[in-house]
């Protein structure tokens, strides 16, 4: 019987260092399984923004293209904005965050909550935040170490 490909959303951690090594971002010999890759908007908007030169612009515009055609770039929607307002104001309860600690944990929140909702995992670098949001809402989550990738 066929493996059903398993959904996942990379993380901007996961993103910046192939950006940072000329773009081999096609390099994805870490994931475990068939994967269907999805591209947050939240990923997306950090990536771009973050942007530093012409080139990475370029790519950048190129891989949103790719995951728009493909149909899977995903936005969080006004039930994930709702959860992850609840998701926050309790973090910042249990944690004693101010609101620069929570503005910062936001996209992660959102991330995480929209890839719930398409029954995705997130692959990040970032585990100590996802395992925080982890604590309050169960999702799907793995963490990418470097020595996870295979030559």
């Known amino acids: 019987m066929a493996v059903s490909p398993a959904k996942a959303i990379l993380d901007t951690s996961v993103y910046l260092p192939f950006l940072r090594r000329d773009g081999a971002i096609h390099d994805l010999g870490f994931l475990l399984r068939p994967t269907l890759l999805y591209m947050s908007s939240v990923v997306f908007a950090e990536l771009y923004a973050g942007a530093k030169d012409r080139p990475t612009v370029r790519l950048?515009?190129?891989?949103?293209r790719t995951f728009d055609r493909l149909d899977r770039m995903i936005a969080p929607d006004k039930q994930v904005w709702f959860e992850a307002a609840q998701v926050l104001r309790q973090l910042g309860l249990r944690r004693g965050f101010e609101a620069t600690g929570l503005a910062r944990l936001t996209h992660d929140v959102l991330i995480?909550?929209?890839?719930?909702?398409?029954?995705?995992?997130?692959?990040?670098?970032?585990?100590?935040?996802?395992?925080?949001?982890?604590e309050l809402r169960h999702?799907?989550?793995q963490v990418y170490e470097e020595s996870e990738r295979r030559t």
């Not at 950048?60 to 949103?64: F, I, N, P, S, V």
């Not at 995480?112 to 982890?134: M, S």
Request: charged share 40%; no cysteine; net charge positive.
């Open 112 to 134: 995480a909550l929209a890839a719930r909702k398409l029954g995705a995992v997130v692959l990040t670098r970032n585990r100590r935040d996802f395992e925080r949001i982890r």
């Open 139 to 141: 999702f799907d989550l």
């Open 60 to 64: 950048l515009e190129r891989l949103y």
